[in-house]
């Protein structure tokens, strides 16, 4: 069973191969999908400072009924906070909202602030003053792993050449019809584990002829194929949903995609509009 399977971070900290995303999941929802989720077997929640569900979060934790020790928690510092003394304030309220000793895996939400992501600004020396909070909580005891997400090749290379610790997760958008192949290779090599967010496209591969087609001659559905394209690249899927029977179908994907389909799939044309999504900064890029 998927669920039941680990990655292994550079740090040797092992990492569920399947998270449940949270993002606009709040109040009452938020507790009763953590609840939900490991109840259908998921041990990985990815949360953040911006969806604004930590302290749900933490109290669904409390209410599963799961040993803490069995669960692995993310949560991502805001995209905003660049420099070193918001970061460790951040972390620290993090850490409180959630109501935890420790949190499995803390990664910077993005390399610049949600209102610049279109902008050239790199934002390198507040990145790397976020990154030296990150590092020293993570020797603290207070983070297991840490990472970034949304991060390109350069700013990657600005952590690695200049931090202490090398990020062992880069979180990015990754999905049939917009897979980032070069950014992938280059975490790859660098042991960085790439995962994959939005899985489906942000809904947008659904109902797609093609991939309604492919999925038949697997007998599995369109969000199916798409978390197991995932996981054949070596990535780490996140797939979000609050139904029960959507989280456990999003999880049996104990099949292979054949390697020419695998081929089809990577040459799908890609996504060029996510409609209402496309406001949102990481749908809007390109």
């Known amino acids: 069973m998927i669920l039941e399977e680990k990655y292994t971070l550079s740090n040797g900290v092992e990492i569920p191969k399947i998270g449940l995303g949270t993002w606009f999941v709040n109040g009452d929802e938020a507790v009763n999908i953590v609840k939900e989720a490991t109840k259908a077997g998921y041990r990985h929640i990815d949360s953040a400072q911006a969806y604004q569900n930590e302290e749900e979060m933490g109290k669904g934790i409390r209410e599963s009924g799961v040993d803490r020790e069995e669960l692995f928690i993310t949560t991502k510092l805001a995209a905003e906070i660049k420099s070193y003394d918001e970061a460790v304030k951040s972390i620290d309220e993090s850490l409180e909202k959630l109501g935890l000793e420790y949190i499995d895996l ?21 990145n790397l003053e976020a990154w030296k909070a990150l590092e020293e909580a993570y020797e603290a005891g207070k983070l297991k792993a840490i990472g970034v997400s949304n991060f390109e090749k350069e700013d990657l290379q600005n952590i690695l ?26 975490c790859e090599e660098n042991e960085i584990l790439v995962e ?5 496209g942000h809904g947008e591969l659904l109902g797609a002829d093609d991939l309604e087609e492919m999925a038949d001659k697997y007998d599995v ?17 996140l797939p979000k949903t609050s139904n029960p029977e959507h ?25 060029e509009d996510y409609g209402e999504s496309s406001k949102f900064p990481v749908f809007a890029k390109g």
């Open 106 to 126: 803390m990664i910077i939400h993005s390399p610049k602030p949600w209102k610049d992501f279109q902008g050239e600004e790199r934002f390198f020396e507040g």
């Open 161 to 186: 050449d200049n931090g202490t610790i090398k990020p062992m997760v880069n979180q990015v958008l990754a999905h049939i019809s917009n897979t980032p192949f070069e950014l992938i290779e280059f």
């Open 196 to 200: 994959a967010y939005s899985p489906i």
């Open 221 to 237: 559905s369109v969000p199916q194929l798409c978390v197991r394209y995932d996981l054949q690249l070596g990535l780490l899927p």
């Open 247 to 271: 989280m456990k179908s999003n999880a049996a994907v104990d099949f292979e995609i054949s390697e020419e389909d695998m081929a089809t799939l990577k040459n799908r044309k890609p996504i």
